[in-house]
């Protein structure tokens, strides 16, 4: 490498790392908050689930008189009946309760003539945390009273209950523990090509709309140097923490995932230090997009903060591919590989699931996204040499 180029690095780097609060910022706190609080909110979720799970139900009833054998039943499951006097729908309202069961009058009346008894469940379906686990288990035991009941009524006038069941669905779910646990972290591509372009943000847009802010970009000029080998070395700097920011990601997620309550939900992630270099290997191609790109696009900015508006904005395409295969079902096709970020989200679900990811894939989104950042490196050092662009007002 041109020893120029290797000069402007290194000078880069070094200046980049006196400023503690964008390291921080940008390395830091992207690569290791992310990971530990998502670890830290799933054992929270968890831990709320199971409590709320294994404590004694608690079930508001309005009318308790009119349904006996109904009370009975869910009593010898273990149910504390609360007596519940007022309005039904202010009280979800008011969040005073999760949900209210009524019964009307004419409940005994309808269920002692053999025709179907209504019990009214009065509950919010968007309330948030554990409130929906209560209105779960209060609809199934209901359910399992009338089922009951209607069985034994068949029964009682020698009709077999199977006759009910027309048809029986056996069902056969070949998902593994490992797909499972892709599923729980489909957003890892996201994290980890996001990670990609933030850590290399701060320097991109310092190292060109900084400079031509501060005004010490025509100084910097005039030293006997190539603009070709000077933006050069500022894009190999700018890389380079981009790569530094997606392996302390890897490493981080590695770290904590032994942490992660994976067993209580049935799930397994398998982060291997061979999947990990796979996931290095397909996501080190995309420094070079990144940082090109966010060097254009502050290149065009005439100051810091008008930069860090438009290189923000340049977030959202990572989000694209990662969000649009959280709900499409997609196979993935070898041509596919040749486009970046699409490329990279679909090798790391692979991995995620489990499956082999194929060489032939590998390479192909290797070459795919270099081939592109090679070009907006291009493009870069073409711009870098417009003197109107570069002394803009």
Known sequence: ????????????????????????????MGAVFMPVMFVAMMNFMVSMQKDKAEKQLEMAIQGSANAVSFISHIKTQGVKIKEFNGNPTLAIENKDEEAVVVIPENFAEKFEAGVPAKIEVYYDATAKGTTNMT?????????????????????????SPSLLNAVVVEEHDVSTTQSKGAMLLSFLPYALILGLFIGSMYLAIDTTAGEKERNSLEALLLNPIKRSHLLTGKLFATMTFGLITMVVTLVTFKLVMPFMPLKELGMTVNLGFKNIGILVLVLGPLAIMAASLQTIIATFSKSFKEAQTYVGLLMLIPGIPSFALMFLPLKEKLWMMLIPILSQNLIINQIMRGEEVRATAIIAAIIGSLLVGLLLALLAIKLYNRESLLFSD
């Open 1 to 28: 490498m041109n020893k120029q180029i290797i000069t402007v690095m290194l000078k880069e780097i070094k200046d980049n790392m006196r400023d503690k609060k964008s390291l921080m910022s940008s390395v830091i």
């Open 135 to 159: 209105q779960q288990r209060i609809k199934s035991l209901i359910k399992t009273y009338g089922t009951t009941i209607g069985m034994t009524r068949l029964q009682l006038r020698g009709i």
